[in-house]
């Protein structure tokens, strides 16, 4: 069993597993890792059920210290990894001996990196789910230099040989992301979908595991002074505040809100958008209305 | 053959697109929406609706995590909704001093003396229509038309935990402190009853619960 060590936390290092999906009628936020694909991969790597806790970090990376030997794959956004101060593979499983130091270093690219850990951890669990949640609060606090995090036991079968995909294609300075329109697109202005077509965003430093939020152009309302009452939320929703500003949410988004929402992004775009810097642009590609929802 | 009509709301259920695996349910009232929750429950348990969440709203219902929406989407304005009351177990009694800050504003907003607050707060039983916002909070309903009150201009940046506050159509209680636009007319004896995440429920109050509050002095 035994435990990591946190030597260096960084600006903000989570831990982060599928989340808590099923409890959003009690206000539960989904969590989970922001960038599933890259920490799905990573887990695989290390050797893990896909659902093992791994770490987050938030551009400046994180040093571990090991307790035991452990095998730990660094995925996500692509930094240096080192062993005791030897340069190591990133994207690749770690052989980490008890008592080694892994840093892993700033995001060259990107924003989140996974540690993925043979056995996974096993922090303070809150509603079946290990994941930090910045919103409500739930899961583990955000992990503090001296913390230790115990490790689950090592997996029956050892971590695959599989090379990590290359080139890693989770970032570039420009995201286009496929946003299907609804379900309040008669809430905004005749032009809402061309502007949204033809706009360009950039991510702002206000933004996090809640959201993004973007500048750029403005997203009219048809009338600001008409209120939506509080209605349910989807991770992945483009939800605009009467100041016409949109909002992407992210995993820690909250469960209900009073502000229309213009459309969605999928699974992959949520991925991206997690991995999305400050200054990132953002483009639409509104995908029309489904004929269902015209006929009625 | 003619659609049968949803007995409850009057209107037809609406549903909308929520993302590609989504769909949010307009139903046009909150009776309607409470009804369609319950449907939506039923037919869960039934195992004729497989969705990772289902997330009432106060007009609304959000089914998410739906692996065919389109199928879904195709036959709810068929929907035909019973009236039922859908209330969860016993009614839970919520006792709280009339202490808030807010007291004397909302007396001078309902156009009558600060202690009647009290009187007319405890003489409603409510229900827990849905929750959102942080949990264990849920937004309670009952309160007669004349008593909707305004939110606050300015919003607080905290609100200490076990709060009772009134804002719109609802009342509620702040399960720990966080921001709040709502007016503090009184405070929870035992806020840490709101929320237990160790306990079946989390939450004290989940859709569907009646409540009534209790006048206590410290």
Redesign the interface.
Known sequence: MSHIEIIRSGILTTCQDGGR????????PPSGAADRPSWRLANQLAGNATAACALETTLTGCTVRAHRNVTVVVGGAPCAVTVDGRPEAWGQPVKLAAGSVLDAGPAEVGVRSYLAFSGGLHPKA??GSHSTCL????GPAPVKDGDTIPLGPSPAHPPLPTQWPAPWAGVNDEIVMKL?????LDHFAEDAVDELAKGVWTVSEQSNRVGLRLTGPTLRHRDPAIEL??????A??LQVPPNGRPILFGADH????GYP?IG???AASQAAAAQARPGTRIRFAPIP??Q??EV? | MTAPQNTTSGGRLKPLPAGPRGILIDCGTGEAARACYRALQARRVNGSLEATDLVPGATTVLVDGVEEPELLAAEIPGWVLTDDTGHVGETVEIPVCYDGPDLEAVARIWGVDPEAVADIHTSVEYEATFCGFTPGFAYLEGLPEHYHTPRLEEPRTAVPAGSVAVGGPYTGVYPRTSPGGWRLIATMTNPRRLWHEHREPAALLVPGTRVRFVKVSI
């Open positions: 999906p099923g409890w959003a009628h009690l206000a539960v809150g509603l919103l409500s609060g739930l299907h329109l609804g379900p309040r009452p509080s209605e349910g939320i989807v992945g929703s909250p469960t209900t809100g929402v969605v992004v999928g209305m489904p269902w929802s009625l």
